[in-house]
């Protein structure tokens, strides 16, 4: 059974963190399935909402978010998210720039961002790992 997942987070203010709430809601999400994180302090603290959505996801399931940026606190995080949910086949639909990667289009764009994380964790010395 496919499940639809939501995930948001912000960095201090409850506002921003109600609009994405009510957007995800909006797109179908129920609110028992939105996973979030409020964060402050360090940038390298891990996000326990962002964790356990990963954790939870399952082939065939669907991770909604307002923005890309929400899934990583830097570029190389983002796409390296990006890649692991495709490579687990777990399609994200993107609320801000329309990217779903349940379509031809999004399948591509996921793609390329996969191997932008592979070519920047190969820049920053990390083992390339290809699929």
């Known amino acids: 059974m496919t499940v639809t997942l939501g995930y948001a987070t912000v960095a201090g203010n409850d506002r921003e963190l109600d609009e994405q709430l009510a957007e995800l809601a909006a797109e179908g999400v129920d609110p028992r399935r939105i996973f979030t994180d409020r964060t402050s302090g360090p940038a390298d603290k891990m996000r326990a909402g962002l964790l356990a959505m990963l ?3 399952r082939s065939g399931d669907v991770v909604v978010v307002a923005a890309l940026d929400r899934l990583g606190r ?3 995080e983002v796409l390296q998210t990006v890649s692991d949910l495709t490579r687990r086949g777990i399609t994200l639909r993107c609320l801000d720039n329309g990217l779903d990667t349940a379509t031809a289009t999004g399948r591509v764009v996921a793609g ?3 191997e932008l ?4 964790g190969v820049a920053h010395g990390e083992t ?3 699929s």
Request: proline share 0%; aromatic share 6%; net charge neutral.
């Open 128 to 130: 390339a790992h290809r």
């Open 74 to 76: 830097s570029a190389t």
């Open 112 to 114: 390329i961002l996969g």
């Open 117 to 120: 994380a592979t070519l920047d």
């Open 55 to 57: 954790s939870y996801a």
